[in-house]
């Protein structure tokens, strides 16, 4: 399977790539750009939650915890005492990151029910529902949870392409175990899982408004207005064939 570098990296670019093709067409601003980046690349280390000794595991409740901190701050900060308020705040943060990652630990596997585009989808979708609880439009809200589903399966994607062995031509045993639809081997937790998308997916916002930003590429261009690809091609046709072979016959005079 791929690493942490390249599930992180590559789950950035592409969500950074994304991000600015959603922005150059106009339809997000500058700093949703950044947050969707931060997505997919949250997404991109998901599936890899359920692995007791992953460093993806580690980072996530690193970020989970760091997130949920940064929550109550915005929300308690002129309700209570400075003193209060970094007790709360680290009381917080150490149940997430080192309780919460504990008690995850016990009760998962790794390339288990996590692992699946069931799951993904699920934290998909309850990312759309935080969004909205911080007031963020429902637009934002379904590109948020858009880009960490997209990460999710870059990840898996990356994890199949690493089950291939080019080399010697054969699949490798953990070919089929990471793009899956859900865990068959967890039956009754998947069925939790796929009640609980069709759950979330009714009680969501309307996605027409994110349909439409994603379909609608009326104001997109690719290239710059001065730049023309047939003014390119002549320009490299004099520059590697016109113009050498006029000098050459001007040297010959001599």
């Known amino acids: ?21 959603l922005l150059s067409a106009g339809h997000i601003s500058p700093s949703i750009a950044l947050w969707m980046t931060f997505f997919g690349t949250i997404g991109g280390l998901l599936p890899d939650i359920d692995s ?20 109550l ?6 309700q209570v005492a400075m003193l209060e308020l970094i007790l709360y705040v680290m009381s917080l943060f150490v149940a997430i990151r080192y309780f919460g990652k504990a008690i995850f630990d016990r009760y998962t596997v790794h390339r288990g029910a996590c692992h699946s585009i069931a799951f993904i989808t699920l934290i ?31 990840h898996l994607a990356l994890d199949e392409i690493y089950s291939v062995d080019l080399a010697n031509k054969r699949l490798k045993k953990s070919f089929g175990t990471a793009l899956k639809p859900f865990a068959f081997t967890k039956p009754f937790i998947s069925l939790a899982q ?10 969501a916002p309307s996605y027409d408004g994110a349909l439409h930003v994603i ?3 009326s104001h997109f261009q690719l290239t710059p207005g001065w730049f023309n690809i047939d003014d390119a091609k002549q320009w490299l046709l004099h520059m590697f064939y016109i113009t ?9 005079r001599f």
């Open 1 to 21: 399977m791929a690493n942490f570098s390249t599930h992180f990296s590559v789950a950035a670019i592409i969500s950074g790539l994304t991000a600015t093709t």
């Open 52 to 71: 007791n000794h992953s460093t993806s595991m580690k980072a996530l409740f690193t970020l989970l915890a760091g997130f949920c901190c940064f929550l």
């Open 73 to 78: 701050v915005s929300h308690i900060y002129t």
């Open 124 to 154: 998909a979708l309850c990312c759309v529902h935080i969004c909205v609880l911080l007031s963020r439009s429902a637009i934002d809200s379904w590109l948020a949870g858009g880009f960490v589903l997209l990460g999710g399966i870059i």
């Open 194 to 203: 796929i009640i609980a998308i069709v759950i979330l997916f009714e009680l």
């Open 215 to 217: 379909t609608n590429w």
């Open 244 to 252: 050498p072979r006029d000098l050459h016959a001007f040297y010959q």
